[in-house]
């Protein structure tokens, strides 16, 4: 019989906040509550209208019952809420202010992380921002006896020292029973930054997927009528790439004047001026989206193309295959341990030309995308889906016990 330990998962910022973290953090919780473990979520905000430091400190407290998961929301009052509410005012912008506000979230963090993690056997912190409260859930697992794992959901491509290469991340590394790194490359930077290799997995994420909305209905309420679909599916910010497609659209319509490019996801500041400066009706942009209408989305593509320039796995590609369609991404070192170019996706260079060739060489071949988006759905329920997800997890929280009680 497998063993089920029971566990607090850390998740400074939770759903219904829609980054890819917060949704996918949520769906682990609710696969591991329906393979018999007892989880609970501790966060310090559930929205994304605001910064991870200022939301926490705009936010209330309250626990709220995500179908069989318990989620805590535990915010600063008082006098603290005032002073850290100052302080993430200034955060961005103040560096040497920084500290202070570190040491009241990492106080204020460990003292709810410890209360409502005290009978569980173990504290799993999943990284989205605030580096305070993982190191809150690290003191709280060492006070309660407990192991400590962490997901760090590194980007690898940021300046060397800083982010997830800094001294203080490389440190959370070292101190952790078992780190869980998204991809094998991941897995490697991480140990070439101090991660012991003993101690550090691969587990990904798998797709969100859900009953689609009628595709006919979708494309007919959107005017998309019955012309080929491109579809950006993901931030609206650079790291995500929308502006690659949007500035391969030219050549893309020399080739091809009668493509829709169907760009669905939270907007920024910067894509609302991009947009608004474009008036074609080709372009489609969608930033509030039910999960049936995404999936619809999905089914209803021809392909999907989201440039990413940083990803730490690229959920967005498995719910892709999910549909059979075939993906086209950017060539950087995360991608190539996630999809196989011309297996079951397509690399392309970080210019708008490549782009727009390798999408205009896939809408000429109907063919190719069949066998492409076949490929990848064999590749997703080979290495991706839940259920060896959640037996993945059970491993390492196995191995954490283990090696917590030989320490």
């Known amino acids: 019989m497998t063993f ?23 769906e682990l919780a609710q696969a591991l509550i329906a393979a018999g473990h007892t989880v609970n979520v501790v966060c310090h905000s559930s929205t994304d209208e605001f910064s991870p430091e200022l939301a926490l400190t705009r936010q209330i407290s309250g626990k709220q019952q995500d179908g069989p998961c318990p989620v805590h929301r535990v915010c600063p009052t008082g006098l603290r809420r005032n002073v850290m509410g100052w302080l993430a005012e200034r955060h961005a912008t103040v560096r040497p202010l920084r500290p202070l506000f570190d040491f009241l979230l990492r106080k204020f963090s460990k003292r709810a992380i410890a209360h409502h993690a005290r009978d569980r056997q173990l504290i799993h912190s999943i990284y989205n921002g605030l580096t305070s409260a993982t190191e809150a859930a690290l003191m709280a697992a060492r006070e309660q006896d407990v192991p400590f794992i962490w997901s760090p959901l590194a980007n690898t491509d940021l300046p060397e020292g800083q982010g997830w290469s800094s001294p203080r991340f490389c440190k959370l590394y070292q101190q952790a029973d078992a780190l869980i790194a998204l991809t094998q490359h991941e897995k490697d930077w991480l140990e070439a930054h101090g991660a012991p290799a003993e101690r550090t997995f691969v587990c990904p994420m798998g797709p969100m997927v859900s009953a689609p909305s009628s595709t006919a209905e979708f494309r007919n309420i959107h005017q998309l009528d019955d012309n080929p679909v491109v579809l950006f599916l993901g931030r609206h910010d650079e790291a995500k790439g929308y502006h690659l497609l949007l500035n391969s659209a030219r050549d893309l319509w020399l080739a091809h004047p009668d493509v829709q490019l169907l760009f669905i996801g939270p907007q920024t500041e ?36 989201v440039p990413s320039i940083r990803e730490s796995l690229g959920v967005v590609y498995l719910e892709a295959w999910h549909y059979h369609k075939p993906v086209v991404a950017l060539d950087i070192p995360v991608l190539r341990s996630v999809i196989a170019d011309g297996q079951d996706g397509v690399l392309c260079k970080a210019d708008g030309s490549d782009l727009a060739l390798k999408v205009s060489n896939l809408l000429d071949n109907a063919a190719e995308r069949r066998l492409l988006g076949a490929a990848g759905r064999q590749t997703l329920d080979k290495q991706y889906s839940w259920a060896s997800i959640v037996q993945k997890h059970q491993e390492i929280y196995s191995f954490a016990l283990k090696h917590k009680e030989q320490a």
């Open 4 to 26: 089920k330990p029971s566990a607090t998962l850390v998740v400074p910022r939770f759903w219904p906040a829609r980054g890819g973290s917060e949704l996918h953090s949520r």
């Open 270 to 305: 910067e894509s609302r001026k991009r947009f608004a400066a474009i008036k074609d009706p080709r372009i489609t942009v969608i930033e509030d989206i039910s999960q049936a209408d995404k999936n619809a989305a999905l089914a209803a593509a021809d392909l999907l193309c």
